[in-house]
């Protein structure tokens, strides 16, 4: 017995040590990094940000990007004003670092490449942080282009989902706000609506949603014995979302894609922590 747990543990540390030099070869800086024709053309886009050379960044863009970003910014700014240092992610596009581009994935004319960008954590208090944001590239006349059609088009799955996120934050906020201030749970539409009376809800349902049920369309529901309130919806993309908003105190969960079809008392998949949970 003492032999096989000594060859468990010996095992678990092998792979402990396999993973971290993976980690550090594949994520280290690297003068080499960006020479593949698709981690280049993003590199390329990060240096031009650098420099401010504004019209080779937009240039560095794919056609159906220019022709989402120009409708988006129509009558207010200028696109290269606006997509200068635009970045999907949660960095400017100059904060991107170039020597750790790495190319994911290559199909056709489509290439998904990844470059880490540097954060505070927490306002700078606890030092900072690396991440990585992957962007989509598509190869179009003989150049490889940066595609930010998913993030601009209102009409793709992640802003319609991010939509639907947003919908269901706001009823739980009226919610919780208003379970703080009487300390009970409600499905009353009027009352979630006076709870935040600058905001235009949509029509409030009740029940819980299903694959049937309007797009962008909030249900609310009160666990039977009135434990916990759920709170639901359909997104335009089809994708079901429900939160769980249990007693003061207690912590909120969340679920997405297969929910249950009716509330009760039972945590969901997740944590709930509000405007950071989203449908990944």
Same mark, same amino acid.
């Given at each position: 017995m003492e032999s096989a747990k000594r060859i468990l543990r010996n095992a678990l540390f092998a792979i402990a040590v396999v993973a971290g030099l993976w980690w550090f070869l594949a994520d280290r800086p690297s003068p080499l990094s960006g020479l593949e024709l698709p981690a280049r053309a993003l590199r390329d %886009?990060?240096?031009?940000?650098?420099?401010?050379?504004?019209?080779?960044?937009?240039?560095?863009?794919?056609?159906?990007?220019?022709?989402?970003?120009?409708?988006?910014?129509?009558?207010?700014?200028?696109l290269e004003r606006s997509f200068c240092d635009y970045s999907p992610a949660t960095a400017k596009l100059p904060d991107f670092?170039?020597?750790?581009?790495?190319v994911e994935r290559v199909s056709g004319t489509t290439a998904l490449v990844s470059a880490s960008y540097t954060y505070d954590r927490f306002f700078g208090f606890?030092?900072?942080?690396?991440?990585? %944001?992957? %962007?989509?590239?598509?190869?179009?006349n003989g150049a490889w282009r940066v595609d930010l059609t998913e993030a601009l088009d209102p009409a793709s799955r992640p802003n319609r989902d991010r939509r639907a996120m947003f919908l269901v934050q706001q009823v739980y906020s009226a919610l919780r706000s208003h379970a703080r201030s009487s300390g009970t749970l409600t499905d009353n539409a009027a009352?979630?609506?006076?709870?935040?009376?600058?905001?235009?809800?949509?029509?409030?349902?009740?029940?819980?949603?299903?694959?049937?049920?309007?797009?962008?369309?909030? %249900?609310?529901?009160?666990?039977?014995?009135?434990?916990?309130?759920c709170i639901s919806l359909r997104s335009a993309s089809g994708t079901l979302v429900m939160v769980k908003l249990p007693p003061e105190g207690s912590q909120a969960t969340y679920q997405y894609g297969r929910i249950p079809s009716a509330c009760d008392d039972k945590p969901l998949a997740q944590s709930y922590h509000g405007s950071t949970s989203g449908i990944r």
């Amino acid at each position: 017995m003492e032999s096989a747990k000594r060859i468990l543990r010996n095992a678990l540390f092998a792979i402990a040590v396999v993973a971290g030099l993976w980690w550090f070869l594949a994520d280290r800086p690297s003068p080499l990094s960006g020479l593949e024709l698709p981690a280049r053309a993003l590199r390329d %886009y990060i240096d031009a940000a650098r420099r401010g050379d504004c019209a080779a960044v937009v240039a560095a863009l794919s056609a159906r990007s220019r022709e989402l970003a120009t409708a988006a910014v129509a009558g207010r700014s200028t696109l290269e004003r606006s997509f200068c240092d635009y970045s999907p992610a949660t960095a400017k596009l100059p904060d991107f670092e170039t020597n750790r581009i790495r190319v994911e994935r290559v199909s056709g004319t489509t290439a998904l490449v990844s470059a880490s960008y540097t954060y505070d954590r927490f306002f700078g208090f606890f030092g900072r942080g690396r991440s990585r %944001y992957t %962007y989509t590239l598509s190869f179009e006349n003989g150049a490889w282009r940066v595609d930010l059609t998913e993030a601009l088009d209102p009409a793709s799955r992640p802003n319609r989902d991010r939509r639907a996120m947003f919908l269901v934050q706001q009823v739980y906020s009226a919610l919780r706000s208003h379970a703080r201030s009487s300390g009970t749970l409600t499905d009353n539409a009027a009352v979630i609506r006076a709870q935040m009376p600058g905001f235009q809800f949509p029509e409030i349902r009740s029940g819980v949603a299903d694959s049937a049920a309007p797009p962008d369309t909030p %249900y609310v529901a009160l666990e039977p014995a009135g434990a916990c309130l759920c709170i639901s919806l359909r997104s335009a993309s089809g994708t079901l979302v429900m939160v769980k908003l249990p007693p003061e105190g207690s912590q909120a969960t969340y679920q997405y894609g297969r929910i249950p079809s009716a509330c009760d008392d039972k945590p969901l998949a997740q944590s709930y922590h509000g405007s950071t949970s989203g449908i990944r």
